[in-house]
């Protein structure tokens, strides 16, 4: 049996389940009778005094400038706050309630405002509050921290949520995971666990699994689940799985610090196709300078209901905090075909792959298209962000979708929200985008090529019947001669050129791809070092004679046995 979460710090852990329940009992929202009011206001004061003296305590544990001691220091500055502590207690007198309903009252207002505010990193904060004020009722109730010194086994915490002073306390030596029921990717406690290394899984459903204390469990830190009392076989994979990992962070250690150029010097952009936020975690892992493709598709792919422009908009600011400033593309949502989402009505067409899919579908559904692009133009107000399109094909198409720009635009300032703004760019798909291409350059800022698309549509096979694949590979002198025009059409006008099909992700085709022209590769997570590896074993000259020699082989079978070396 196993839960599932969203990875913040990447890793795979072994231990004995230890469940850290912080929380206070059920609050009496009863009234109280004036008699018991002095007796709630001092239980008050004592449950701020109590925590500010555990938390005073955790700081003297830890060096003034470290980032525990920075997050101790605002849960103090809280509670010293005597204007915050009046206003408790006057609730507590006018309206006749416990200390633990005025706390939660004024805390929860606190937090709401917070949350309220259009900058995701101080509306995290608000989920720092409402824990604040957990604690704070769970003093009221005379609870006791868990002293973990006596910790002598590998052990995986699992916790409703942890203070900043909470994790500091953490014996880390023999802890070896971290599993929340709350928090995200922005979370203090995420940053904290990313900083010591930590495995941890966030926004965990745990409780529905009953997960005793001392069950064996794994936190796999891979693939974003907890593995329950697992049994000899899963563990000897699980045991694999770790052993994998930590070759690949060996390497890692030696490449990934390392530019992607080739020997004689020739730079290229790598950066990584991902779907989630699982997979943007894992990027500083093999050093993609970015992401060239975040298919915002799969946020639908386990959902049955649409996420809202707050929801989406929250998410891309997640993204922005996690790359750091790096390259982050956005395609808008790529449906139809092959992707059906449960969350969307299904299409019944005679050929769907020519039918209502990517770009089609979000000009016929525009207000699902402008709720996103909302989204997407709010969060840029935190972020660099380029935008591209997928499917498109001529430019009545951008000039439509720029009009649905504009329009939120317009509303964004009408509703007094912030956004900045998007580079923008297309994903070169079909031939009919190539051969429109210079017509659409005018309004875009980069492009990037889609070679599963594009080998499909230009050999009229369909990508997801095994019996064509083989006949009709990506690797073919038609495609190739499709990239290499696009290429030079987008450099006349001094247009970057990125790859993100299938073909970027493959070490032998890679240097093939530079040699054409390609400015950046944008490829899978797990192929991203081979790839690295590839360009910086080659000189630029030999990518150049191999892209010459390529383009005038007119045989599949032909240019296959070149790029493998066989000719």
């Avoid at 606190?110 to 995701?120: I, K, S, V």
């Avoid at 599993?179 to 406690?189: C, I, M």
């Avoid at 730079?267 to 196709?273: C, E």
Wanted: net charge negative; hydrophobic share 45%.
């Amino acid at each position: 049996m196993s839960v599932t979460g969203i990875v913040v710090s990447s890793g795979i852990a072994f231990g004995k389940a230890l469940h850290l329940n912080f929380h206070h009992e059920k609050i009496d929202y009863r009234l109280i009778p004036s008699s018991q009011i002095p007796q709630e206001s001092q239980r008050l004061h004592h449950a701020f005094d109590t925590q500010k003296q555990y938390l005073q305590q955790s700081l003297l544990k830890l060096e003034a400038d470290s980032a525990h001691a920075a997050l101790i220091e605002a849960d103090l500055l809280i509670l010293d706050d005597e204007d915050l502590v009046a206003e408790i207690d006057s609730t507590i007198s006018k309206l006749q309630v416990s200390a633990a309903v005025a706390i939660e009252r004024i805390f929860g207002h606190q937090a709401d405002e917070l949350a309220a505010l259009d900058d995701p990193y101080l509306a995290n904060r608000a989920e720092d509050v409402l824990c604040l004020s957990r604690r704070l009722i769970a003093r009221l109730n005379g609870a006791q921290h868990f002293n973990l010194s006596q910790l002598d086994q590998d052990t995986i915490i699992f916790a409703a949520d942890l203070t900043p002073a909470e994790f500091a306390m953490l014996p880390l030596d023999h802890i070896s995971g971290l599993v929340l029921h709350t928090g995200g990717v922005t979370s203090h406690t995420a940053i904290l666990a990313r900083g010591a290394g930590l495995p941890a899984l966030l926004s965990c459903q745990y409780e529905q699994a009953n997960i005793a204390n001392g069950t064996d469990v794994v936190l796999n830190g891979v693939d974003g689940e907890v593995v329950i009392a697992p049994n000899s076989a899963t563990i000897k994979q699980l045991l694999a799985l770790k052993q994998q990992d930590e070759s690949r962070k060996q390497q890692l250690l030696m490449l990934k610090d390392l530019p992607a150029k080739t020997l004689d010097g020739k730079k290229v952009g790598l950066l990584a196709n991902v779907g989630s936020l699982n997979d943007i975690s894992h990027l500083a892992d093999v050093g993609a300078e970015g992401i060239g493709l975040f298919r915002t598709e799969f946020m639908l792919m386990n959902t049955n209901t649409l996420p809202d422009e707050k929801t989406q908009y929250q998410f891309y600011c997640d993204a922005l905090h996690l790359m750091a400033g790096k390259t982050f593309t956005i395609r808008t949502l790529d449906v139809g075909a092959d992707k059906e989402l449960p969350c969307l009505a299904t299409i019944v067409e005679d050929n769907p792959a020519l039918g209502l899919r990517g770009i089609r579908y979000s000009l016929s559904n525009p207000e699902l298209f402008k709720t996103q692009i909302k989204a997407i133009l709010r969060a840029a107000n935190h972020g660099p962000i380029r935008l591209m399109f997928p499917m498109i094909n001529q430019i009545e198409e951008l000039d439509s979708l720029f009009e649905y720009i504009e329009q939120c635009k317009a509303q964004l300032i009408e509703e007094e929200k912030g956004f900045g703004e998007l580079s923008y760019g297309i994903v070169v798909e079909t031939p009919a985008a190539v051969l429109n291409l210079k017509a659409m350059l005018p309004l875009l800022d980069f492009i990037s090529i889609g070679t599963n698309d594009l080998t499909q549509y230009t050999m009229a096979a369909d990508r997801t019947n095994p019996l064509l694949t083989r006949q009709y590979p990506s690797l073919s002198p038609a495609v190739l001669m499709l990239i290499q025009q696009t290429i030079d059409v987008a450099h006349q006008r001094n247009i970057r050129v990125s790859l993100c099909g299938e073909l970027a992700s493959d070490p032998k085709v890679a240097p093939l791809l530079v040699g054409m022209g390609i400015d950046e590769l944008s490829v899978n997570l797990s192929a991203l070092l081979e790839v690295k590896s590839a360009l910086r074993n080659i000189n630029y000259q030999t990518c150049l004679s191999q892209a010459e020699h390529a383009l005038k082989l007119t045989r599949i079978d032909e240019l296959a046995r070149y790029i493998n070396g066989i000719d």
